[in-house]
């Protein structure tokens, strides 16, 4: 990809934080807009670093992680394609909290804090969204909590295989699907609180149970319904 030729203002208007603004208002967002290629286990930035702006990975996989005073690693969220991070921060200015790492070779778009003010004072349609993007990020916390405290490993694991917005649907709707584990079995363990090993043992149950098939990062689910419904012994 041709970063010279990558056409911001299009690109900004995809996103739902962005979505029904005016070309104007995107041609000025993007004056405060830097995209650059980020390799594979670099940093983008680690706890206490200034933060003056946010970001959306564009293309790859990024994680926000914390370090305990023990030098454990605990992966607080895994960043998709087209998902933003950083935005609550910049608005508390305080300096970040957590680290940010790529974990594929990834396109990052950094957004100035600046420009956003701008927007925000110019447009109140456009501080309602951010508002809207937040809501969400917390909604997404507050579920994590959830899980940690009521659900047990396996109903984690099964709940990211299956998807936790769509896990009650899934109860009563039986069909074959693969999942492609967009990034390390590690890394998705750490995100659910889980070690490594039990990551895999819950993976072997299942497998065992006839309810999946593991092939390296693919898992595929014989029956949705049936993986939904699993009752550990």
């Known amino acids: 990809m ?3 030729k990558f056409n911001l203002p299009r690109y900004l208007a995809t996103l739902p934080l962005f979505s029904n603004m005016r070309d104007e208002e995107l041609q000025r967002l993007a004056t405060g807009c830097q995209l650059r290629r980020v390799e594979r286990g670099k940093v983008i930035f680690r706890t206490g670093d200034p933060c003056h702006e946010f970001h959306v ?7 926000l992680f914390v370090i305990s005073p023990t030098g454990t690693e ?28 790529t974990l594929t070779d990834s396109l990052i778009l ?8 701008r927007e ?8 309602l969204r951010m508002l809207a993007g937040l809501s969400r990020r917390l909604h997404g916390l507050i579920k994590d909590v959830e899980a940690y405290a009521l659900h047990s490993g396996v109903q984690r694991v099964i709940g990211y295989l299956l998807g ?11 069909q074959a699907i693969t999942v492609s584990l967009p990034v390390s079995k590690a890394a998705i363990a750490s995100r659910l609180s889980l070690t490594p090993e039990y990551f895999s043992r819950v993976l072997n149950e299942l497998e065992t149970a006839g309810l999946i098939h593991v092939d390296k ?17």
Do not use: C
């Open 120 to 127: 925000i004072g110019a447009s109140p349609e456009f501080a």
């Open 2 to 4: 041709d970063l010279e």
């Open 74 to 101: 605990k992966v607080v969220e895994l960043v998709g394609p087209g998902d933003s991070f950083a935005e609550a921060v910049m608005f508390m200015g305080v300096p970040y909290v957590l680290s940010a790492q």
């Open 217 to 233: 990062r693919d898992i595929h689910i014989t029956d949705t319904a049936r993986l939904a419904n699993y009752q550990p012994r």
């Open 164 to 174: 936790d917005d769509n896990l009650d649907e899934t109860e009563n709707a039986s």
């Open 57 to 63: 990975n564009v293309l790859g996989q990024v994680k």
């Open 110 to 117: 950094s957004i100035e804090k600046d420009v956003v003010l």
